[in-house]
Nanobody, 119 residues
Framework: QVQLVESGGGLVQAGGSLRLSCAAS????????TAWFRQAPGKEREFVAD????????NYADSVKGRFTISRDNAKNQVYLQMNSLKPEDTAVYYC????????????WGQGTQVTVFS
């Protein structure tokens, strides 16, 4: 069993930066592909980025490529999402997910952290 807790969300002006953190419990966390998703009001949840257990492979949604960076520290059971050049359209609740079961399906989910970008 893995529990995920996100933090780092907040209110930021367009063009600014935020760093989200996902703290995981469970000894097997370091073995899992981990991802960030987001859901804006009235919209479906969408994939943002993922990172393999080894941290050697990462993938990004086209909408965030070049602006967001996903990373992980397996020794600390943490995954991060550095978000730069934020835009109002990045406003959403951001979720951490672990243990991929299919391309965009994951077994464990956090409760989410709100990111609001104002212009």
């Amino acid at each position: 069993q893995v529990q995920l807790v996100e933090s780092g969300g907040g209110l930021v002006q367009a063009g600014g930066s935020l760093r989200l953190s996902c703290a995981a419990s469970g000894r097997t966390f370091s073995q899992y592909t981990t991802a960030w998703f987001r859901q804006a009001p009235g919209k479906e949840r969408e994939f943002v980025a993922d990172i393999f257990w080894s941290a050697l492979t990462t993938n990004y949604a086209d909408s965030v490529k070049g602006r967001f960076t996903i990373s992980r520290d397996n020794a600390k059971n943490q995954v991060y999402l550095q978000m730069n050049s934020l835009k109002p359209e990045d406003t959403a609740v951001y979720y951490c997910a672990a243990a991929r079961t299919s391309l965009r399906e994951y077994r464990y989910w956090g409760q989410g952290t709100q990111v609001t970008v104002f212009s």
